[in-house]
């Protein structure tokens, strides 16, 4: 990826059709229910979606999650995903999703999938997967992500999944509170922690968090930038310029919406180009980008 080429990077999108697996119908109930939260029922193939960010010269990271324990739900194969990110180099790049109740099989799997197939990062959702973040059974997944010294972004805040099925589809959306965080920043300090989305209800938790841990960064997906919360532009434009991070959660908001809301959300114009691709840059390790500069409690 040369992302002298690129006007942005997109650090959260997803995987929603395999074109290797057979489509599973199980639980194809959270489907119903997400469609009519978000408003919106677009699924497209990832083929589909690399050809459309590349017209955008946009780059993308994308990801699956697993979550089989949970949910019951074969996942798109996370070697899928990478080689998609094998043949379109110069566009997208591949995380890695595992349930953190695969314990060290998990563990097994992401070494496998960093040194075979070149995989640059791990999403987890704690509340469709099940688990509090700082659960000791996922240690040994973050183990091999922190020595590999790689990123691994988290869920927070409230969930479109479940949402208006009865009991909320029995998700608990306590396990997604970004405080929860907090004991893994400390374990593992060369894991770069991403905490996603406006983190709603708990946002001041999240800036907390990213404020006190510097290997905690934030990213804006989820949200239209005009739904933002007032410190959360506030902190974007000051104190945590150099770890914010753009994010659509394509295909639920599309980057080109997210791009023309954020150009009006109150982000002062020498923090729009950090956000957009240039914190992404150093989260990923691509090229050499401009010094952050320092923060600005004002």
């Not at 995987?15 to 939260?37: I, L, M, T």
Request: charged share 25%; hydrophobic share 40%.
């Amino acid at each position: 990826m040369n992302p002298d080429e690129l006007i942005a990077i997109d650090v959260h999108t997803h995987a929603e059709v395999s074109c290797w697996n057979p489509f599973d119908n199980y639980g194809e109930e959270y489907d119903r229910a997400a469609d009519k939260y978000f408003r919106s029922a677009r699924r497209p193939t990832i083929e589909e979606t690399v050809a459309y960010y590349r017209e955008k010269r946009i780059g993308l990271v994308m990801f699956t999650v697993d979550a089989e324990t949970q949910l019951g739900r074969r996942r798109i194969p996370n070697e899928e995903i990478a080689a998609a990110a094998r043949d379109n180099p110069d566009i997208l790049i591949a995380f890695a999703s595992i349930d953190p109740h695969k314990g060290r099989m998990g563990a097994r799997e992401a070494r496998r999938l960093i040194e075979e197939y070149g995989v640059k990062g791990f999403k987890f959702h704690p509340t469709v997967q099940g688990f509090h973040p700082y659960d000791r059974m996922a240690w040994p997944i973050y183990e091999v992500i922190n020595e590999y010294k790689l990123p691994a972004i988290f869920h927070s805040g409230h969930s479109g999944i479940g949402s208006g099925m009865r009991c909320g589809g029995g998700l608990r959306l306590e396990y997604s509170n970004p405080m929860h965080l907090d004991d893994v920043a400390i374990a593992f300090p060369d894991m770069q922690i991403v905490i996603a989305h406006p983190s709603w209800p708990w946002q001041d938790e999240a800036l907390s968090v990213a404020m006190h841990k510097p290997n905690v960064w934030l990213d804006l997906s989820g949200w239209s930038p005009r739904y933002f919360p007032q410190q959360l532009v506030q902190y974007a434009n000051t104190l945590l310029r150099d770890r914010v991070l753009f994010g659509s959660d394509f295909p639920l908001i599309t980057p080109e919406r997210w791009m023309k809301d954020f150009e009006q959300a109150g982000f002062r114009p020498e923090v729009r180009e950090p956000i957009l691709k240039t914190n992404a840059m150093r989260l990923l390790g691509l090229g050499t980008p401009p010094a952050a500069a320092p923060g600005d409690a004002s």
